[in-house]
Every structure is written in C-alpha cells, then in structure tokens.
C-alpha cells in the first residue's frame, strides 16, 4: 500500500524567507506526485504535479518542486515567501496499481509578516 | 473551484439523524471522490466512483453510503450520524486515463458537525 509521509507539521516564516517542506512516499513503482494548497477557510487547490520528464516542476505562485527518486521524495520549496503563502499544504501521491489519491497530513505554513 | 460544488456548506446535527452531503459538477469528470478532512489527519478517502456503474469504498468507508445519480451527481450518506464523524467533507471530480494520471479538483467542502 502506498503512504505520504509529512514530517513538518507546523512551520513558521518570517517573509522573504526560504521554505522547503518535506514529503517521502513509501511506493516503489511508478508514482504520480503532487502539491496542494489549502488557504483558510477554502478548498484545496493544485499548486503542482509531477508525472514523468524533468524532476524539477514549477508550479504556480513561484513554488518548484523536486522529485528524487533515489530519495522517494517530493519535496516542496519557494526562494522567498510571503505572508500571503499561510495555507496548509499537502502533499499527495497515486502510483500505477493504485486507484486513488492518497494524501499526508498536512504541513501548516504560517508567514509572519 | 465553481465547477465542483457542494451542498450543504454548514451542517449541524444530533446523534443518530440520517444525513446527506451532496456533490455536483459541470467539468464532465467521470471520476468522483468523498473525502473527509481531520486536523492532523490530512484527507481521507471514504468512497469513489470511476463512473456510475463503477462505486468502490475507500480507506474509512465504515458509517457511510454513497449513491451516484448520474454522471454530475454523487452524494455522500451517513446514515446513523455518530460525533466521531464531525469533520470538513470534501467532494473531488478528475478527468482520469487508464494510468491514473488524473489531477483532482475539490469542491468547497461541507462543515459537518454531529452533536
């Protein structure tokens, strides 16, 4: 079975800062990697995937990720946040055998302004 | 995401009521998901459906029902309402392929609470 390991449960920033928040999947096969963003009080939107081709992804808002399979991780990060980034991310895996999504915990990024 | 909405957004109700949270969409996804979200938990699966004809249980299936009315229209039932099941409910469509490539799109959530 496959499994999202979220090892940041709560991470304080002060703007301009770097981030890079950790995600480790336990599947040994082909696998489906993705970031999503939850913004107080809203639903969860897509910030990036990864599917196959170059492991480094952007996606929207200025955050990149990396995928090391080596490592089996995924590991989220932005060169400078800002106070507007507070949101719970979450990373998200689904791999070829599988026929669902499923997500970590959770990291609950808080920027202070 | 206004193409995948949700209804109720809010709901408060006793132990032992039946409930149902609905789920509709306009992007054509054949693919729908209930969710429940736990703080510290993350989003857990309760049920999907690939197609109507298609409705499988998820990680936490236990204490509910699903019913797929259509291809825009899966709900999700909790027929004897427990307070353990207090949580955000979120429905989720996707497009999908036969690799399971597909990205999800979530509703606005529902706010259950069971008193």
């Known amino acids: 079975a496959q499994s999202v390991s979220q090892h940041n449960h709560h991470v304080i920033l002060s703007e301009a800062a770097s981030l890079e928040l950790g995600c480790n999947y336990s599947y040994g096969g082909t696998v489906n990697l993705f970031w999503y963003v939850q913004y107080p009080g809203q639903h969860l939107q897509l910030l990036l995937k990864?599917?196959?081709?170059?492991?480094l992804v952007k996606g929207i808002k200025g955050f990149e990720a990396e995928f090391i399979k080596s490592k089996f991780s995924f590991n989220l990060r932005k060169p400078s946040v800002q106070w507007s980034d507070t949101a719970e991310y979450f990373c998200?895996?689904?791999?070829?055998?599988?026929?669902?999504?499923?997500f970590g915990s959770g990291t609950q990024l808080t920027v202070l302004p | 995401d206004a193409d995948v909405t949700q209804t109720p957004r809010n709901r408060i109700t006793k132990t032992g009521k039946r409930i149902m949270l609905e789920c509709s969409q306009t992007k054509g996804h054949d693919r729908m998901y209930w969710y429940r979200q736990d703080p510290g938990l993350g989003l857990r699966l309760i049920y999907y459906?690939?197609?109507?004809?298609?409705?499988n249980k998820g990680e936490i299936s236990d204490g509910y029902s699903v019913s797929r009315q259509a291809q825009a229209k899966f709900s999700l039932s909790l027929e004897s309402a427990i307070p353990n099941q207090t949580a955000l409910y979120f429905c989720a469509t996707s497009d999908g392929d036969r690799e399971v490539k597909d990205t999800q799109y979530f509703g606005p959530g529902t706010r259950l609470t069971v008193l």
């Open positions: 990864y599917f196959s081709g170059d492991p």
């Open positions: 459906s690939f197609d109507v004809k298609d409705i």
């Open positions: 998200a895996v689904n791999s070829g055998s599988a026929r669902q999504l499923t």
